[in-house]
């Protein structure tokens, strides 16, 4: 067969310039990852997603899909992410932005917006993050005028032993509410404190700092919905933590603490809990506007190291 020969007459004018602009268009577009999975758990919560490298840049129409299954599943689990903490926090800030811990010494050098969840020490002997962070159910920053819509956790180092990471689905909590409590916390609000149980956590690990005047300036205690509204999904969920909800005002002080105790036991049991256990290079997102999350801990010894971000959220919905 006789090959076709090439034109021999150059793209007219008017075409020369739409082909340039497509081509520059092309190559300015994202690379397009290959396929990849979203695969629901067999839990109350959480997805899987396979085959997805955050290293490598996120076109808006994979991450509109992210953005889906994260608001349907709470939690993200991406395996296998063998990422910078620069492209760590790329992706965070595709959600919003960032905190800024106020534990800043253990902030990862050059990378203020990670902080290090971490049992390893420096040369010197002093710890390289916050080695006891989750010891209580809680949500990060509800102790903020406007707490974090979601974290950040990519594993560095895992333990040979413990170290799982629980989450409770705080819609499902609400919803299974007896009547009695739920007409109980209906208007109410309650008051949410960093320094709620610091000192007992600093009592039990002493490497924990002291805080400063103005980083206790910075963690003023706020007032949030005992019930709060999703901003997005417009689902309600209880908002209260162990670790860090203090009281539910306009109550004396004996039935605020009777009704947070039967609110705390009630918001964890194990019905709606995750129990997720760490692979080497797992990034973990979750929503902390729809859960509860602990840090089972690891026995003493083991080396544990990794990096969170945590985007900001909006003011409280009730």
């Not at 839990?43 to 992210?66: R, S, T, W």
């Not at 916050?130 to 509800?142: E, I, P, V």
């Not at 709620?196 to 949030?224: F, G, I, M, S």
């Not at 417009?234 to 004996?254: C, K, M, N, Q, Y």
Request: with cysteine; glycine share 6%.
């Amino acid at each position: 067969m006789t090959a076709l020969a090439p034109p021999t007459t150059a793209p007219s004018t008017p075409n020369a310039p739409a082909h340039a602009a497509a081509t520059a268009a092309t190559a300015a577009r994202p690379a397009v990852p290959p396929d990849f999975q979203i695969r629901p758990l067999d839990a109350p919560l959480g997805a899987e997603v396979l085959g997805l490298d955050l290293e490598q840049p996120l076109g808006a129409e994979h991450f509109d899909q992210l953005h889906r299954a994260h608001l349907e599943h709470h939690v993200l689990v991406f395996r296998d992410q063998r990422i910078s903490p620069a492209a760590h926090i790329a992706f965070s800030r595709r959600w919003g932005r960032l905190e800024i811990h106020v534990l800043r010494n253990f902030q990862l050098p050059g990378h203020p917006e990670i902080l290090q969840i971490s049992t390893l020490r420096d040369e010197e002997g002093q710890p390289l993050g916050l080695g006891d962070a989750g010891a209580f159910w809680h949500s990060d920053l509800s102790y903020k005028e406007r707490p974090s819509l979601g974290s950040l956790l990519h594993a560095q180092e895992l333990p040979t032993e413990g170290g799982d990471t629980l989450f409770a689905n705080q819609h499902l909590a609400y919803e299974h509410l007896p009547q009695a409590l739920k007409q109980a916390i209906e208007g109410r609000r309650a008051e949410h404190s960093y320094l709620a149980r610091y000192e007992e956590l600093r009592a039990r690990n002493p490497w924990r700092p002291a805080l400063t005047d103005a980083q206790r300036a910075e963690v003023k205690p706020a007032v949030h919905p005992v019930v709060r509204v999703h901003p997005e999904t417009g689902r309600r969920a209880l908002f209260v933590s162990e670790h860090f909800t203090t009281r539910i005002l306009g109550l004396p002080e004996d039935e605020s603490q009777d009704l947070l105790k039967q609110l705390f036991d009630h918001s964890t049991r194990p019905r709606w809990v995750y129990r997720h256990r760490w692979q080497p290079h797992d990034l973990v997102f979750w929503d902390n506007r729809s859960l509860l999350h602990l840090a089972t801990g690891c026995p003493p010894g083991q080396r544990r190291h990794l990096y969170r971000t945590t985007v900001e959220g909006d003011a409280v919905l009730g």
